[in-house]
């Protein structure tokens, strides 16, 4: 592996693995004086030899020296808050949300027993299969009404493993007439799989993407969209991203890139501000220390996310960012076509979102004149809530969209309109969003 992709390889499985292995483990002996002080100089020599800002290396090292030096790592015993501690410290005068310690020593027991070749392959097969219990990331694939697709995106995984899930997202996704990536639970990945993707989102001509320093080389390297892709491009697609304030690290690259190449909107929350990569290194038999050893530099803005985090177009609570995207998707979507069968399609659909921004109430007294049969038609009600059923075929809840207007719930394709003749409920008008539509007249009781 290049030093470009082991230096900037961000898996988020290390951080949860590291956090949960960290959390569920017993302290069998206490943290001695003695394993403080090596654990201290282990990672400061890490950090000064590879910490993207050298002063700031030399900084953080002069901390957990000065730290020692007074007695503050002298009551804890704990290894766990030791190295929470030291996460601590390190991130106050550096403000890297990266760089961070890890008490680890079942991870670090098991990579130091790959010796032999068939010991690498064993190690790397159960991290491989460890990818693939999470689908590599890919939590969740749809098509939502009015023809937006959706992609919940929980990682960016390696694409020498993720990539042929990825290109099947990515031609699942192709005949959509809007895409809806949602990271709001990303905590980021691989470059390669950015570089991926992203390329399904622009034509064959090389986009550049984004740049990075290395401090521990001294060398700069480049990222552009791929020239090939398997299956189709979606270059004229409108794209919009959701976000969250977990949204970190390679997710907040995607987002950066995107936003400031003007290919996306963002919707949600400001991301977490992580824009250094690196890696993790053992600093001990016990501890891990996360460091961050390059700095992202976009060609565009000649500067990153870093500290700041990626500002979304749409600022929103991230729990209403899908919702506000299917929205402004389905607007967009109907402002820019001239068909007037497209139009009534994007409309109906959207009258449909919207009432999940402002629901619409209805007392009691008129739900109950709108329970009865209508021909094969059944309206009943159960605890403040109307239901229709068609004969024997499945029963829907009704959501109503005005007055006298619902939309059934779970068949986006059929609603109903009641019909009202001197103030009584006559008949029922089925509604199709392709225009079609077919009465009932309630039946005599």
Known sequence: MNNFKSTLLITLSLALCSIGTALAQQQKTSLSKKEVRVVIDSIGNKLKGNYIFPDIADKMVAKMNENFKIGLYKTIDNHQEFATTLTKDLQS????????????PARIAAQQKVITSADSITYQNERIANMKRNNFGFKELAILDGNIGYLDLRGFSDTQYAGETAVAAMNFLSNTNAMIIDLRKN??????MIQLITSY?????????????????DTHSQTWTLPHVQ?????KTPVYILTSNRTFSAAEEFCYNLKNLKRATLIGETTGGGAHPGGAVNATDNFMVWVPTGRAINPITKTNWEGTGVNPDIEVKSENALTIAQIKALESLYEKTADPRLKQY???????????????????RKLKSYIG??????????????YYQRGEGVKYELLPLSQNEFLLKGLAMFRITFISENGKIVALEGKYDNGRSNK?????E
């Not at 993407?209 to 521990?216: I, V």
């Not at 299956?231 to 270059?235: A, I, M, N, Q």
């Not at 049969?373 to 109307?386: D, V, Y």
């Not at 009932?440 to 005599?444: R, T």
């Open 231 to 235: 299956g189709k491009r979606s270059p």
């Open 93 to 104: 005068v550096s403000h890297d949300k990266h760089l961070r310690v890890l008490y680890d």
């Open 201 to 217: 989102l622009f034509g064959a001509e090389p986009v550049h993407l984004n740049n990075f320093y290395w401090r521990p080389t």
């Open 440 to 444: 009932s007249m309630k039946n005599k």
């Open 187 to 192: 905590g980021g990945g691989s470059p390669e």
């Open 373 to 386: 049969n209508f021909g094969p038609r059944k309206i009943s009600m159960e605890k403040h809530t109307l």
């Open 346 to 364: 994007y409309n109906w659909h959207l009258n449909g979102m919207k009432i999940k921004l402002n629901p619409v109430t209805i007392d009691n």
